[in-house]
């Protein structure tokens, strides 16, 4: 079972790469049973939408 040091981890490798479908699986099975780190997914959702916005999509 992940913890959610590992999760956050997670989270923000997924902004770089791909996660390894193992990976995905844990990360969402962390996600359901931990609400600091839905959280947190949200909060890091929100900051790439910016990010993309600014990089000028389009
Ligand atoms: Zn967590």
Same mark, same amino acid.
Do not use: V, Y
């Given at each position: 079972?992940? =913890?959610?040091?590992? $999760?956050?981890?997670?989270?923000?490798?997924? #902004?770089?790469?791909? #996660?390894?479908?193992?990976? +995905?699986? !844990? #990360?969402? &099975?962390?996600?359901?049973?931990? @609400?600091?780190? +839905?959280? &947190? /997914?949200?909060?890091? !959702? &929100? #900051? /790439? $939408? !910016?990010? /993309?916005?600014?990089? @000028?999509? =389009?």
């Amino acid at each position: 079972m992940m =913890n959610c040091k590992q $999760a956050t981890h997670l989270m923000s490798e997924d #902004l770089d790469r791909p #996660l390894r479908w193992r990976e +995905r699986m !844990a #990360l969402r &099975f962390h996600l359901m049973m931990c @609400g600091g780190c +839905r959280n &947190f /997914r949200q909060q890091i !959702a &929100f #900051l /790439r $939408a !910016a990010m /993309r916005m600014r990089s @000028g999509g =389009n």
